[in-house]
Nanobody, 121 residues
Framework: QVQLVESGGGLVQAGGSLRLSCAAS????????MEWYRQAPGKQRELVAG???????NYADSVKGRFTISRDNAKNAVYLQMNSLKPEDTAVYYC???????????????WGQGTQVIVSS
């Protein structure tokens, strides 16, 4: 089994910064892509940013230039540095990992439990 544990959410004023962390543990051979999603009340979950094992990144247009995704392969961890936060960034943020399972080498997607980010105006 694989667990993803997120941390770093909280309440911040508009214009402020937060750094989210997500660490994977358990039965892991390796991790391919790692991603951050968010879901605001009454809205669908959306992709915020993704990063490949090699470090290639992609971002939602709404966060480009403000958010930076990074990862530490040795720690099976992914981070999201969020700067210049806006009230519309308020959401529950989830990390996702495409995990290669030992022995079978199947790739399965695992999710964290979510961490709340609230940006006040």
């Amino acid at each position: 089994q694989v667990q993803l544990v997120e941390s770093g959410g909280g309440l911040v004023q508009a214009g402020g910064s937060l750094r989210l962390s997500c660490a994977a543990s358990g039965s892991i051979f390796s991790i391919n892509a790692m991603e951050w999603y968010r879901q605001a009340p009454g809205k669908q979950r959306e992709l915020v940013a993704g990063i490949t094992r090699g470090g290639s990144t992609n971002y939602a247009d709404s966060v480009k230039g403000r958010f930076t995704i990074s990862r530490d392969n040795a720690k099976n961890a992914v981070y999201l540095q969020m700067n210049s936060l806006k009230p519309e960034d308020t959401a529950v943020y989830y990390c996702a990992a495409r995990v290669v399972i030992p022995t079978t080498f199947y790739v399965s997607t695992y999710w964290g439990q979510g961490t709340q980010v609230i940006v006040s105006s």
